[in-house]
């Protein structure tokens, strides 16, 4: 079984910065892709950002030049750092993980919201 950790989520006021946080553990094979999705009320989740094992970054353009995405493979860790934070980006955060076989593994979820 695979779990996923998350940590970091909170309030902060726009123009801030918060970095998230996200541990797997458990019978995980090979991971191959880490990264964040995000959902608003009212909205679908949208991918964030992803990472592969190979270094390739894939970012939503709503995030691109303010979040950065970066893993330690040796602690099956993801982060997400987030810089001038905007109300938008209020949503509840979701990491991800998906291994060589492409079963995807999901967190429960941590509230960023951002006030103006």
């Known amino acids: 079984q695979v779990q996923l950790v998350e940590s970091g989520g909170g309030l902060v006021q726009v123009g801030g910065s918060l970095t998230l946080s996200c541990a797997a553990s458990g019978s995980i094979s090979s991971i191959n892709t880490m990264g964040w999705y995000r959902q608003a009320p009212g909205n679908q989740r949208e991918l964030v950002a992803s990472?592969?094992?190979?270094?390739?970054?894939n970012y939503a353009d709503a995030v691109k030049g303010r979040f950065t995405i970066s893993r330690d493979n040796a602690k099956n860790t993801v982060y997400l750092q987030m810089n001038s934070l905007k109300p938008e980006d209020t949503a509840v955060y979701y990491c991800?993980?998906?291994?060589?076989?492409?079963?995807?593994?999901w967190g429960q979820g941590t509230q960023v919201t951002v006030s103006s």
């Open positions: 991800f993980i998906r291994n060589r076989y492409a079963t995807v593994y």
């Open positions: 990472l592969s094992s190979v270094g390739s970054t």
